[in-house]
């Protein structure tokens, strides 16, 4: 929206009646105001007209790093860690076939949000299979050296044509975006379509 004052009072009026007729509250404390094209001055008078907190760019919102540029490799590192925190949680009292279903329902699930949205770096997608080969054949043991029973492409292939089946996360994300392109050719009634 214009960074106009006048504009947040029917904001707010708005949120203020959503409020009272949901019993939903918004808490503008825990709200931020991002800038662009904004002077310093007139930021600190919308952010204390609307109640908010101000905020910059870059920044994450719902776990999808949002800028005006492309994403680096970097902005990317909370999902990276998230998936190594997930490999030391599961338990190790699992067999090879327990490991793989827990490597296609769980490793394989967390990033396929931020590939809905994003073409994700092929960095960040070899530092991810990394972490879902250790787990699919050493298990939780960080530290173990035992080596792979098979190659990660092997594993990738479907059931039927003598693999694990193993998403490949690579053509997992542009199978995502590709669905989006679809709604966006097929002018779907959709309101970002629209809105594009």
């Given amino acids: 929206m214009e960074a106009d004052a006048r504009q947040l009072f029917f904001l707010k009026a ?3 009646s959503f409020a009272e007729s949901t019993g939903l509250k918004v808490n503008y404390s825990e709200s931020m105001m991002v800038p662009i094209n904004v002077s310093d001055e007139q930021l600190d ?19 999808l790093p949002l800028s ?6 970097a902005d990317y590192w909370p999902l990276v860690s998230k998936c190594e925190r997930r490999l030391s949680s599961v338990s190790s009292f699992l067999n090879e ?7 296609n329902a769980v490793l ?22 990394k972490f879902r080969k250790h787990y699919l054949w050493r298990g939780s043991d960080m530290n173990s ?13 479907p ?21 989006q392109l679809h709604k966006f050719y ?11």
Avoid: E, H
């Fill in 14 to 16: 708005i949120l203020n």
């Fill in 45 to 63: 008078i919308l952010a204390q007209t609307f109640g908010c907190s101000k905020g910059s760019l870059p920044f994450t919102y719902i776990g």
């Fill in 68 to 73: 005006i540029t492309r994403p680096s490799v």
């Fill in 97 to 103: 076939a327990g490991r793989l279903q827990i490597t």
């Fill in 108 to 129: 394989t699930a967390l990033p396929t949000y931020a590939m809905c949205t994003f073409l994700l770096p092929k960095t960040v997608i070899k530092q991810i299979d």
């Fill in 145 to 157: 050296k035992k080596p792979a029973k098979a190659a990660w492409p092997l594993v990738c292939l």
């Fill in 159 to 179: 059931k039927d044509s003598v693999g694990l089946g193993a998403l490949n996360l690579y053509i997992q994300n542009v199978s995502l975006l590709l669905k």
């Fill in 186 to 196: 097929n002018n779907l009634d959709i309101p970002w379509v629209q809105l594009i």
